[in-house]
Nanobody, 123 residues
Framework: QLQLVESGGGLVQPGGSLRLSCAAS????????IGWFRQAPGKEREGVSC????????TYADSVKGRFTISRDNAKNTVYLQMNSLKPEDTAVYYC????????????????WGQGTQVTVSS
């Protein structure tokens, strides 16, 4: 069974940090680009960041550049999203997903999705 499981979400104050993890099972992560998306209440799901299968290429949405860092540990079959300097507008459910081909921030390019983890930034 192909599965992605996110973890690491929670409640954090503005300016704080969280690290999200995306663990894969049922397939070998090495061969795939992986993306992180988020969806706030009443809004469309939007791309946040993605990383190529080798880790050599990363892409970030303008809204998170300089604050978020994506990385991967293929030996652990896991991708991470380090989120620093968090803002209230970062509040959303965060999803990781497996790309069909390459690292792009378009939902249609992803075929396996996790169940999401809630991130809430509030004082």
């Amino acid at each position: 069974q192909l599965q992605l499981v996110e973890s690491g979400g929670g409640l954090v104050q503005p300016g704080g940090s969280l690290r999200l993890s995306c663990a894969a099972s049922g397939f070998t992560l090495d061969y795939y680009a992986i993306g992180w998306f988020r969806q706030a209440p009443g809004k469309e799901r939007e791309g946040v960041s993605c990383i190529s299968s080798s880790g050599g290429t990363t892409t970030y949405a303008d809204s998170v550049k300089g604050r978020f860092t994506i990385s991967r540990d293929n030996a652990k079959n896991t991708v991470y999203l380090q989120m620093n300097s968090l803002k209230p507008e970062d509040t959303a459910v965060y999803y990781c997903a497996r790309a069909r081909r390459r690292c792009v921030l378009r939902k249609i390019e992803y075929d396996v999705w996790g169940q999401g983890t809630q991130v809430t930034v509030s004082s």
